[in-house]
């Protein structure tokens, strides 16, 4: 027993203390490692006891509680191991509570390599994880004689870690014949004195130690400790008041009116796939939650926020019990959802970076679909504009059916970048507040603010937050509240800051103790104000502090993961052909719906295609840097959205135009052609010939229609294609003419009438290059700025150029090449009639490791910009390197187009499937294939095909028609063969002006009288257009982008159709009403 008193002789408090020494001490006296016989950790627990009986039950399936329950279990025992990676153990753990702990708090204490879930009366009671230190399960607050003293759990233990199973590292590829060991099970006693004492000298100890020698305050709290230590003795809990009283004396100590506040909220960023497949991710979300409602029952200022509708599907389908008790805390306010859209857009990655460059250490990392529908965050970059819109939709629609409101927060805290229209997305979604963190990731720029307001394209603006401790995953330590102040880029401007807290990534969420740290901080001089808040709170105040807030215009490039643009090239591809296939679905139900008053619009079937393609959208996924068994099941869902689409289209074609397919006596066959792009057509199709056999033809069919084709239009000018005696080959169509050498090089593209010369003087395009990729650390994320100092052109053949199409309507030329070690790359180049590109059909046997394959184009083009295609309009990057800015994006991402012009010339390379791009000087390259190993180890390793072109046109890229070469490209007209011959043209849909592009017909979300139409201004310019329409409408008016109709924004329909006005870039969306 301490007295505190003085030595005799000597004054009271007149010790000297020596401020390292008196630091070690209070460290020593909390520490888990040291002296725990006789300091104060080792007092946290009592006595313990282990269960009474221990069991358990192993599948290969996650197997769900009701069905685990009736199996067999078997003995088990602390010490023993299970696996393999994947699999599920049920434990069956019968407890016998000691009477003598009456009165006592008691805990039951799990401890495993893998992540377990604790179940009570067949329902889920809370999360267990040692990496998110979540290791005990409060049985009791206070024993009573009363309370049953014989209690049986079980323990749902998922064979994996909360960031999966890598094999050595956390991104390496999962280890298959892991095994997971129980290390403790057992009833203690926690003494809840010890804990808040602490939980006090860790607050005063990080104050001592962080304030600094400098500040007083940083002396008060290290001596207040150094007292407590003083004053405490162990072995007597009496002393323990004594203790806490000179600590509340410094936590009471209230800050001054100008002290930077900080808006605490819980979050766990759990993501939807990356180390582990989407059906842990359900589990994953189950562990989580259950953990925050058990906080929020004995914390009632905690409030959570939570971003994905998806997840919340998730857990509504399958915890329905869970699900009951979320609802009843989002109606109480506490429990908040946030982001307003299915699932997160794109990127890995935890926000608080443990690691340096060039000696990168282990950085804190970061479900079944069932037959569930479900939605979650997505990719920020590669989605197309009309896939944004429908997260957004989704998710709002969610949000407003499950919890009565939609949210106003775009919360999108882990993502590779993010595009310059989310902006107006945003603003068309109800939404205009926007909370991210990514872009202190970058590697070369520091970005200049954290409060700012974001500009988009068209103009529209957002009020945005990174919250300054670069981290949606904090721990409520006195180091990162001083950190979120120190690192506030936009001091002076705004006071006020988020801190997010909790495990994230893999789950986890926030923890008492991290509660229990912000209530000391949560007015203490010497340290930012910490409260408990919510988003709206945020921004409320940031709103009212917004008149000397700066504005950051375009898009936030993450200068970082721009390996992620190409990774995982099947993915890439599935993405582009499903946005394809579901906008041609949607095109021609809503058509057949006004044609034939019979035809069910497939509005069921639609939104679970959509919601599986919006799933796969997710950053981790559509990225590429998830693993295996995430890529299988991305790939899967790809494959049933193409087989439901083939059938749903072939449904509305037959609905739409079955009298015309059926057989005609009399009538020679023909060939019925539609076209679901908003513009006439005339294109080579392959259509089926008299015999049964492919043949070619030329074709003219009308905007959004489709036509009768009988006999093909003959070409204006046939192709002509001549192999030269030096081998090469020159193909001309009387639209572009090209020569091609051996290896398929341009040596030669021009415009047929012109002597403009489209290939830079001594250079070859279409040449292949070969780079050496290996990055830092995050190896199928990443591509560094040093690849390009590897570069190898691709030179060797293994076949040369050889004529396989003679000419007429189309004329071709395919080699083979041998690229790298072991892959070859065989293409096929293709000119037709009246076409203004050239088309390059590839084939790659890809067997590489960490290599880069791109496709170069030096053009005789000089400007210091390129333009790049991204959703709904273009943007604009440096050609050169003039700035930090400029180098650091020397990767960027585009959709179907890229174009390098100058004044009156210009090239385009179009795509079918590729995201990764360049554009140096005077070079267009286009990214094709990644081989990385880590997370997935047979990354890309497979065939691949794609089809890219290249357009050399006058003017520019929008006078020539670049745009909609690039839609002819990915979204092919549809041959299906006809017996009537005679049949006018049908067009339901047209646009008046070459700027603006109709992008979606769809039936309306609640009006299935009514369809939806949007369009946007796809040139940079102000527009006004006439949309013509051939349906019955009779009402048109603006809705925003959830179909909400814009008050008194009704359409005058006049003869030549709708008169609608663009401002730059702007989307637009109507609402047709249709007469019945």
């Known amino acids: 027993m301490r007295s505190g008193g003085a ?89 016998s509570i000691p009477p003598a702990w009456a009165g006592r708090e008691v805990h039951f204490v799990w401890e495993s390599d893998g992540e377990g879930m604790v179940w009570r009366d067949a329902q889920p009671v809370q999360g267990l994880t040692k990496e998110g230190e979540k290791t005990s399960y409060i049985l009791t607050s206070c024993l009573k004689e009363s309370e ?147 906080l929020m029952e004995s914390n009632p200022e905690f409030t959570f926020v939570c971003s994905q509708a998806q997840q919340f599907e998730w857990v ?36 608080d970076s443990g690691w340096e460059w060039g000696c990168p250490q282990e950085p804190s990392p970061r479900a079944w679909l069932g037959s569930r529908d479900v939605l979650c965050p997505q990719d920020g970059n590669l989605p197309s504009g009309e896939a944004m819109v429908r997260q957004f939709l989704q998710g709002q629609r969610f949000f407003r059916e499950q919890f009565g409101r939609i949210c106003s927060e775009f919360w999108l805290p882990d993502t590779f970048g993010y595009s310059a229209q989310l902006p107006q997305l945003m603003r068309g979604c109800g939404i205009g507040r926007f909370l991210t963190q990514k872009l202190s990731w970058n590697l070369v720029n520091a970005f200049p603010h954290h409060t700012f307001f974001w500009e988009g394209i068209d103009g529209s603006r957002v009020l945005t937050h990174f919250p300054p401790g670069d981290s949606y995953g904090m721990l409520g330590r006195v180091e990162e509240m001083l950190k979120t102040v120190k690192n506030n880029k936009d001091k002076g401007r705004v006071n006020h800051s988020a801190v997010l807290f909790g495990f994230g990534d893999g789950g986890g969420g926030p923890t008492q103790k991290m509660l229990d740290r912000m209530k000391r901080m949560r007015d203490t001089d010497g340290l930012p104000r910490v409260q408990m808040s919510t988003p709206d709170r945020l921004f409320s105040v940031l709103e009212k502090e917004s008149s000397q807030l700066c504005t950051w215009v375009g898009e936030l490039f993450l200068e970082l993961h721009n390996g992620t643009y190409t990774t995982q090239a099947q993915i890439k591809k599935g993405n582009r052909e499903c946005e394809q296939i579901l906008h041609d679905v949607e095109v021609l139900s809503a058509l057949a719906l006004v044609q034939n008053s019979s035809f069910q619009y497939p509005a069921s079937q639609l939104q679970r295609l959509w919601r599986l393609l919006l799933l796969n959208q997710f950053h981790d996924v559509l990225p590429g840097s998830c693993i295996q068994l995430v890529v299988e099941d991305a790939l899967q869902y790809y494959a049933e959205i ?53 043949v070619l033809a030329l074709v003219t069919a009308p905007s959004m229609g489709y036509t009768i084709v009988r006999e093909p239009l003959p070409p204006p000018q046939p192709v002509t294609v001549v192999k030269q005696e030096d081998g090469s080959i020159t193909m001309e169509n009387g639209v572009i003419a090209v020569c091609l050498d051996a290896m398929g090089r341009l040596t030669s593209l021009r415009l047929a009438h012109s002597e403009r010369e489209a290939v830079a003087d001594g250079c070859r395009a279409n040449q292949f290059a070969l780079f050496d990729d290996v990055p830092l650390y995050w190896d199928a994320w990443d591509v560094m700025d040093y690849h390009l100092e590897t570069r190898k052109p691709v030179t060797t053949l293994l076949k040369p150029l050889e004529i396989t199409l003679a000419g007429g309507l189309r004329g071709s030329a395919s080699f083979s090449l041998r690229v790298g070690k072991s892959s070859t790359l065989t293409q096929e180049i293709v000119l037709d009639a009246t076409c ?28 210091t910009n390129a333009t790049y295609e991204i959703q709904f309009g273009h943007v604009q990057r440096p050609t050169h390197w003039n700035t930090s800015w400029d180098w650091a994006r020397f990767e960027v991402w585009a959709h179907k187009w890229m174009d390098l012009s100058e004044h009156g010339f210009g090239v385009a390379v179009l795509n079918d499937s590729k995201y990764g791009a360049s554009a140096r000087g005077n070079v267009l390259s286009l990214s094709l294939l990644r081989a990385p190993k880590s997370p997935d180890a047979s990354a890309d390793i497979t065939q691949h095909r794609f089809t890219y ?108 159709g709708m008169r609608l006005s663009f401002t730059p870039f702007q989307v637009l969306s109507i609402l047709l009403v249709l007469r019945q």
């Open 7 to 95: 030595a005799p002789g000597m004054a009271a408090g007149a010790m000297l203390k020596h401020r390292r020494t008196a630091l070690e001490r209070v460290e020593k006296f909390v520490s888990a490692a040291y002296f725990t016989d006789c300091n104060l950790r080792g007092r946290l627990y009592g006595a313990s006891c282990p269960p009474a009986a221990l069991s358990c039950f192993q599948s290969p399936l996650r197997v769900p509680y009701s069905e685990a329950v009736r199996q067999p279990f078997g003995p088990a025992a602390v010490g023993d191991s299970f696996g393999p990676t994947w699999e599920t153990c049920w434990f069956k753990v019968e407890l």
């Open 148 to 294: 049953p003293h014989s209690v049986t759990l079980y323990v749902e233990l998922a064979c994996n870690g909360l960031f999966g199973a890598g094999k050595g590292t956390m991104i390496a590829p999962p280890d298959p014949d892991r095994r997971f060991t129980v290390s403790k099970a057992e009833l203690v006693v926690f003494n809840r004195d010890v804990y808040e004492l602490l939980v006090d000298l860790e607050i005063l100890l990080d104050m001592a130690q962080l304030l600094g020698e400098e500040n007083q305050r940083s002396f008060q709290a290290l001596y207040a400790a150094n007292q407590m230590v003083n004053v405490c003795d162990v072995t007597d809990p009496a002393t323990f008041p004594a203790a806490r009283d000179l600590a509340a004396a410094i936590f009471s100590q209230g800050n001054g009116e100008s002290q930077h506040t900080i808006h605490a909220m819980g979050h766990c960023h759990i993501d939807s796939a990356w180390l582990w497949p989407y059906e842990e991710t359900i589990r994953k979300c189950a562990r989580s939650w259950v953990t925050v409602i058990r």
């Open 316 to 351: 509504r389908s399958w915890y329905p019990g869970l699900y009951a008790q979320i609802q009843d805390y989002v109606a109480k306010g506490r429990f908040i959802p946030v982001g307003g859209t299915w699932v997160e857009m794109i990127l890995p990655g935890q926000g």
């Open 642 to 694: 193409r087989r439901a689409g083939a059938r749903l289209q072939e449904e509305a074609v037959q609905s739409l135009c079955g009298d015309l397919l059926q057989p005609q006596p009399g009538h020679a066959e023909g060939t019925l052609v539609l076209n679901t792009l908003p513009w006439e057509r005339t294109e080579v199709i392959s259509r089926t010939g008299p015999a049964g056999a492919e």
């Open 836 to 863: 203004p590109y050239i088309r390059f059909l590839t084939q790659v046997e890809w067997n590489e490791s960490h290599k880069f394959l791109k496709v170069e184009f030096p053009v005789q083009v000089r400007s």
């Open 949 to 1056: 072109a290249v357009l050399p046109h006058q003017g520019s890229f929008q006078d020539a028609g670049v745009i909609r070469c690039a839609y002819n490209l990915n979204f092919p007209l549809h041959a299906v063969p006809a017996s009537r011959a005679q049949c006018p043209a049908w067009s339901a849909f047209s646009v008046s002006s070459p700027a603006v592009v109709l992008e979606t017909v769809k039936q309306a979300e609640d009006r299935p009288d009514a369809v939806v139409v949007r369009l946007y201004e796809a040139h940079g310019s102000t527009a006004v257009t006439w949309l013509q329409s051939s349906l019955p409408v009779k009402e048109a008016m603006l809705c925003d982008l959830l179909e909400q109709p814009l008050a008194k924004e009704h359409l005058a329909l006049e003869q030549q």
